[in-house]
């Protein structure tokens, strides 16, 4: 009977070594297939970086771009503001001027000698 013993003992290593064998090429299997997850994980993550980083980067483009905008905006509007400002204050002492020059002696000579500068400045051919 020792030779049936022996026999499942054979039968029996064989059978753990194949589980153990089968076993190990489960491991494997799951072990690359976890390094091929873990790759197709990285390479999504760095795609996903690059497309956040890419969108802030064009926000914040678009952010300086508006705030010089706006910037240039302001400045234009103050220049505008302050030559409205300058143009009132000849037009106000102009306004003045006029009416002393108006009540002056010479008023009507005065008159056609600034006419007569004014149309050659103007390029006139009659003055």
């Known amino acids: 009977m020792k030779s049936?013993?022996?026999?499942?003992?054979v039968l029996s290593r064989a059978v753990i070594s194949?589980?153990?064998?089968d076993a190990e090429e489960s491991l494997t299997s799951a072990r690359t297939k976890a390094d091929e997850?873990?790759?197709q994980a990285m390479k999504q993550a760095a795609s996903e970086r690059a497309r956040v980083l890419e969108k802030a980067s064009a926000e914040?483009?678009?952010v300086r771009?508006?705030?010089i905008a706006t910037t240039q905006l302001k400045a234009r509007t103050m220049q505008l503001e302050q030559r409205e400002k300058l143009l009132e204050s000849v037009f106000d002492s102009a306004q003045q001027k006029l009416s002393t020059v108006q009540r002056s002696t010479d008023y009507e000579k005065t008159a056609h000698l600034l006419?007569?500068?004014?149309?050659?400045?103007?390029?006139?051919?009659?003055?």
């Not at 049936?4 to 003992?9: A, N, P, Q, R």
């Not at 194949?18 to 064998?21: G, L, N, Q």
């Open 4 to 9: 049936t013993d022996e026999d499942i003992k």
């Open 18 to 21: 194949d589980a153990h064998t």
């Open 37 to 39: 997850i873990r790759k």
């Open 60 to 62: 914040a483009e678009r």
């Open 65 to 67: 771009s508006q705030a």
């Open 115 to 127: 006419l007569r500068e004014a149309l050659v400045q103007l390029g006139a051919k009659k003055a």
